[in-house]
C-alpha cells in the first residue's frame, strides 16, 4: 500500500516539476510578449497582467507543497533542538500532524471559497471565470495535506525520526 | 467608554481617513445611532484596509463586513444593467444623470435585492476625464499615445481598443511613477482623485469633455436589516438616503474645486469642438453596438437612451 | 479556553511547525471564535493574486538563481577587486549601494533579496568576508533604500497623509543616506578586522580592463534595468522579465555556464522558495484581517494617547509601536491603516508630517528584519537554506546600527527637513 503511494508520489513529483517549468517560462515569456507588443506594435493584451498574477499564485502554491514534500518551510525550530532523540521523535510527529491538520483545513475552506466564487459567477477576463483561476487553491492544499499523510504514515511505520528529520524525497 | 450598539453594521469603504466621503459616513453613523436610540450603528474600515472592490464584495458574502460603498463598476457582475450608465462619452452634464437615475433606480434597486442586498443610497464618484501630458482634443490625438488601462473599465477599454490606441494596464499606485518616467502619457479619474493621488503634478493638459460616469452604491446586506425591527430598519433607510444624497451634492463640489485646483496649479485645459466630441460619441456607440447582449442588456441601454432624449427634448443645449 | 489555545499554538510555532501553518491556524481560531466563515481565511490569501510586485519577485528570484548557478560571483569580485584594490569593505559598500537603490525601485516587497542575493553573497564570501557578517549585510540591506525616490512606500504615504510627495522624496534623500554611510563605516570596521582588503595588489590597469572584459554582461545589467525602467520602455514588473531573459542568454549561450538540463531544477527551486515566501504572506493577510477587524492598531494608540504627554517621549514609544506594527503587519496595511491614526496624533504633539513619515518609513524598512518575524528574516532563510535563529544572530550588528540611524533620524528633524522648503 505504502509502496504504490511512493510510486504514485514519484509520478506526481515529476508532472508537478515540468507543470512549474511551463508555468514560470510562460510567465517570462508573456511578459517579454507584452513588452514588444506595446513598445513595437503600440498594441497591448489588457487582461494578460491578470492573468501573470494568477499563474505567480499557481506556481506559489504548486511550490508551496512542493517545499512540504522537501520539507523546506520557513520554521522556527527552538524545542526541537533541546530535546533528547525520543522527546525530538514524538515533537516531530505532534507538529507534522498538526501541520496535516491546519492544511485540511485550508484545503476544506479553499473548496468552500471555490464553490462561493462559482456560485458568484463574476469573470476575470474575457469568459473565464475567477474560480478556474482560483481552484488552485483546494487543489494545492490538497497535494500538501497529503504529503503530510504521507509522512506522517512513512515516519510511524518506518518507526524513524519523525517530522522534521524524516525526510520523503 | 464606547457601548455597542445592539445592531453594529461593519461598513467598508475604499475611500481615505479623511475624505469628504468618511466624513459623511461619520455623520451619518451620528444621526442613526441619535435617531435609533443608539440600538443602531456602523462600525467604519475606511481606505482600503478591507482590500480592494472584490475583497470587499467577497467579505460581505461570508458576513465580516455588513456593508461597504462601491462604485458601480464593482457591481456590474450582479447586475450588467449598471454598465448601461458606464457608456463612453454618453452624460455631458450631472442633470442628465439625475434625470436617468430616477428612471433606473427601481430596476437597479431590485435586482441587487434579488442577490440579497439593499440599496441605502447611490454614492457616486463622478465623471472621469483624461489627463494627459499633450492635449487631447479629439480621436487622433490618442493615436500614438500611451493610454492608461485602469482595469474593470471594459466599456471604456472596448472604446479604446477600437480607435486602434495602445494602452498600457497599471496598478493604480504605479500611475503617478508611470507619469514620472513617460511610461503613461494619457491617464483618466475624477478631478478629486486626480488631486488627491497628486497625478495633477505629473500631466500637463486636462480635456474638459466628461469621459465616462461612475456611479456607485451603499450595500447593506438583507440578513443583518432584517433581524432588526421594522420601525429601526425605516430610520436607517430614511438617515442613510439623506445623508448620501447630500454626499453627492458635497462630490460635485468637490469635484468642480478640484478641477479648478489643477487648473490654477497650472495644468491647462482642453476643450475639443463639437466635431471632435461627435467624434468621441459616434466611436463610442459603435464600440458598444459590438458588445454581447449579456454584457450590457439592450434593454436597459435603450432605457437609458429613452430617458436621455426625454431629458434632453426637455432642456435643450445652450448654444 | 482562547488563552490556553494561544499558548498551545505559542509552543507549536517554536517546535517547528512551518510558520505559515502557525499563522493560519491563528487566523482560523481567530474567526471561528468571531463566528464569521472559515473560508475569509482563503479569500484573504487571495488577495495575493491583486498584489503586482509578485510577478517581479518570482522572475527576479529566477533570475538570481540562475545568476547563482553561473560563475557571475567570481567574475564580480574579480571587477570588484580590480576597481577598487585595498579598499577595505569595497565589496561591501558596493553591495549595500546596490541593495539600496534596488528597493528603492521595486519597494521593499523582499526583491532584493532573491534578486542580488544570489550574486552577491557568494560573492562576498568569495571576497573572504565572514559567513555571519555576509548573510547579515544581505538581510538587512534587503529593505534598505526604502527611503529614497521613487520607492512606492514614500508614494503611498504622501496620499494616505495628504503631504507633498515630492516633499517626501527629497525628505528621505539625506536619513537614507546617513543609513548607508554608517553600514558602511562598519563593513569598513569589519574587513579590516576579517583582513579583507580586497586585492593585495596595487592598482593595476591591465588587470582591470580584462576583468571588466570578463564580467561586461553581468556589469551592463543595472544599465539595462534602470535604463529601461527610467526610459519608460518598461515598468517594474517587466524590467523583471528582461532581467531573467537577460540573465538566461548571458549564462546559457554567452558563458555556457548554465545548461538547459539546469534549468528545471532551478525552476523548481525558485518556485519552493517563491511559493514559501507568498504563503506566508498569504496567511498573514488572513490574521491581519482579524487586527483590522478587532481594530487593535486604534487600540493601542488610543492607550498611547491617554498616557504619554511629552513629545520625546512619544517619539520614542512611536518607535517601538512602530517596529512592532513593521514585524506584523505588510507595508501596504500598515500605512493605510496606522497613518491615519498617528497624523491627528502626532500633529497634537507638534511633529511634522514630513518627518513623521520619514520615521515612519525608516521603522518599517527596520522592522523587516527585527526578529522573532520580519520578513526579511524569512525571506534571507529560505534563500541561503539557514535556520531563521542563525539569521537573528547575522542581522543583529546592523540591526544596532540601523537603530541608531533611527534615533538621530527621530530626534534630529533637520535631517529629513534638510532640503524641503
Ligand atoms: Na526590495
Ligand atoms: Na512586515
Redesign the interface.
Known sequence: MLGKWTALSRWYGTLE??V??GL??F??GF??L??VL??F????I?W???L???I??W??????????A?N?????????RLLPGAGKTV??L??DL??FL??L??CY??W??VI??KG????AFSSVPYWW??AI?PFGFAVMSLRYAHRLIFCLSSGRNG??TCKLS | AENKPEFEIKLATLAPENSSLMQVCNEMNAEVLRETGGKVGFKMFAGFVMGDE?DV??KL??GLVHAAVFTATALT?MDPALRSLQIPFLFSNYGEVDYVMEKMEPDFKAALLKEGYEVLGWPELGFLYFMSTSPIAGLEDLK?K?VW?K?NMPMS?AMIDRAG?????IGLPDVLVALQTHLLDVVYNSPYYALVTQWNTQVKYFTDLPLSYIGGALLVDRKIMAKMPPSLQETVRKVCAAHLQRLNEKTRKDNDEAIQIILKRGVQKVTPDAAHVKGFNDLSDEAMAGLDAKFLPPAAVSKVRAALAEYRAQHPSKP | MQALLSLLLG???????????VI??AA?LSFYFLDV???I???E??R?????M??A???FA?AGYVLAESGASRRLVRFSAALLGRTPGGLAIVSLLCCAFFTALTGASGVTIVALGGLLYPALLEDGYKDKFSLGLITTAGSLGLLFPPSLPLIIYGVVSDTKISDLFLAGIAPGILMVVLLSLYSMYAALRFGTTGSKASFNFRELASATREAMWEIFLPVVLFGGIFSG??AV??A???T??YVLVVEMIIHREVKLND??TV??K???????I???LGASLAFNAFLIDQQVPNKILGLMQAYVSNKYLFLLILNLFLLVVGCLLDVFSALVIVVPLIIPLALSYDVNLIHLGIIFLANLQIGYSTP?IGMSL?IA??RF?K???HLYKASLPFLIILLLSLAVITYLPALSLLWVR
Open positions: 516539476k515540468w512549474l517549468v514560470v517560462l510567465l517570462t511578459s517579454l507584452q513588452i506595446r513598445n506594435f503600440s498594441m497591448g489588457v494578460g497582467d491578470t501573470l498574477r494568477h505567480v499564485l506556481v506559489s502554491l504548486l511550490g508551496t507543497a512542493r517545499a512540504t522537501e523546506k518551510h520557513i520554521a522556527i525550530d527552538i524545542l526541537p515533537l516531530g505532534v507538529t498538526f501541520s491546519v492544511s483545513l485550508l475552506e479553499s468552500v471559497f462561493n466564487e458568484a459567477g463574476n469573470f483561476l482560483e487553491f517530522g522534521q | 472584490e464584495l467577497r458574502r461570508v457582475d500614438g500611451k488601462a482595469a477599454q490606441v495602445s494602452t498600457v494596464a | 509552543v507549536l510555532a517554536l517546535s517547528g511547525v512551518p510558520l505559515f501553518i493560519a491556524g482560523f466563515d472559515l473560508s481565511v482563503i479569500i490569501m487571495y495575493l493574486a491583486a498584489n503586482p509578485l510577478i519577485l518570482l522572475l529566477f520602455f518598461l514588473s517587466e523583471a522579465a528582461v531573467a531573459f534549468i528545471p525552476i523548481v525558485t518556485s519552493m522558495m517563491v511559493g514559501g507568498i504563503i506566508i522573532p524569512f532563510s529560505l537554506e535556520s531563521i535563529v
